[in-house]
Antibody, heavy 120, light 110 residues
Framework: QVQLQESGPGLVKPSQTLFLTCNFS??????????WTWIRQPAGEGLEWIGR???????TYNPSLKSRVTISIDTSKNQFSLKLSSVTAPDTAVYYC????????????WGQGTLVTVSS | QSALTQPRSVSESPGQSVTISCTGT?????????VSWYQQHPGGAPKLMIY???KRPSGVPDRFSGSKSGNTASLTISGLQAEDEANYYC??????????FGGGTKLTVL
């Protein structure tokens, strides 16, 4: 059964770095058929694509966040991670990790999401 | 990339059909056949309902269908049921290895 689970601090101070990890189970994160993606959703708002990584370590990021985002992958642990630096209040959101199919670019499995609040 | 445009809310009675639109540009929805739709109940994670404009994942009822005309994609739900009440988001590939979502549509089943 495919599952993704986010983990990390729920509270981050302004100007600090947000760090989240996504654990994947039910398959191998090294599969050639998928990308591994982060998406966020501020309270009461829509979804925003943050970026993605392939098993090779190749990454692509949302241009609006590119200067602050780093996504990495650890195939030995079947997990991937998100770092967002210099956070401010607008970065407060539910952060989701998701699996993205390489054939049709859709996000077929999502984690339950984790709320990250930026506040002092 | 700008967010795709969706109506903020739609409503319809049980058993009826409803269509949710998703308007983009010739650089995203109009150019690529990589439009997908997601259902999200309050407090829950998004669930894939339609991908590649018209394809339905296994397990999704055939009451859900997708289409596209020009720069506008649509999700149609027929035979509305109470459990269909949720927020729906469209998503499209926007070129340059980036993806853009719509602002979401709240579906109310009266």
């Amino acid at each position: 059964q495919v599952q993704l689970q986010e983990s990390g601090p729920g509270l981050v101070k302004p100007s600090q770095t947000l760090f989240l990890t996504c654990n994947f189970s039910g398959g191998s994160i090294s599969s050639a058929n998928y990308y591994w993606t982060w998406i966020r959703q501020p309270a009461g708002e829509g979804l925003e694509w943050i970026g993605r990584i392939y098993t090779s370590g190749s990454t692509t990021y949302n241009p609006s966040l590119k200067s602050r985002v780093t996504i990495s992958i650890d195939t030995s642990k079947n997990q991937f991670s998100l770092k967002l630096s210099s956070v401010t209040a607008p970065d407060t959101a539910v952060y989701y990790c998701a699996r993205q199919d390489t054939a049709d670019d859709h996000f077929d499995y999502w984690g339950q999401g984790t709320l990250v609040t930026v506040s002092s | 990339q700008s967010a795709l445009t969706q109506p903020r809310s739609v409503s319809e009675s049980p058993g009826q059909s409803v269509t949710i639109s998703c308007t983009g540009t010739s650089r995203d929805v109009g150019f690529y056949n990589y439009v997908s739709w997601y259902q999200q109940h309050p407090g829950g994670a998004p669930k894939l309902m339609i991908y590649a404009v018209t394809k339905r994942p296994s397990g999704v009822p055939d009451r859900f269908s997708g289409s596209k005309s020009g720069n506008t994609a649509s999700l149609t739900i027929s035979g509305l049921q109470a459990e269909d009440e949720a927020n729906y988001y469209c998503c499209s590939y926007a070129g340059s290895y980036a993806w853009v979502f719509g602002g979401g549509t709240k579906l109310t089943v009266l």
